[in-house]
């Protein structure tokens, strides 16, 4: 399965732990689309998708419409977590080179790649 950075999958998540993301949700793929495609690796990084705002580089803002989203929502990038490529359920779309470029930059905050 060949998933470009920036594609909206629908992920089932349970079962989870804690302050997980829980549940069906939207999640943007961020790995490499070459390891992906690679049956040699079933993992897949997403960062999970909520309709609920948050602040800060660490949840920046996604726009509805070719992403796939039907409302505004923002990317948890805090809740970045590796799955099985069997739990994607659905394609949707992608989000703006401008929206991945800002999780980017939050994942680099989270995971300390600026330093």
């Known amino acids: ?24 949700r939207p999640c943007i793929a961020v790995s ?38 039907t409302k505004p929502s923002y990317a948890l990038v805090d809740h970045l977590r590796s799955v099985d490529k069997r739990r994607i359920r659905r394609i949707f779309g992608r989000i703006a080179t401008d929206e991945l470029a800002a999780v980017d930059e939050g994942l680099g905050l989270f995971l300390g790649l600026d330093a």
């Open 32 to 69: 490499d689309p070459e390891v992906n495609a690679d049956q040699r690796f079933p993992l897949i990084a997403v960062v999970p998708v909520t309709g609920t705002p948050g602040e800060g580089a660490l949840y920046p803002q996604l726009s509805p419409g070719k992403s796939g989203l």
């Open 1 to 24: 399965m060949k998933l470009d950075r920036g594609t909206i999958v629908l992920v089932e998540l349970d079962p989870t732990v804690g302050h997980e993301q829980r549940g069906i």
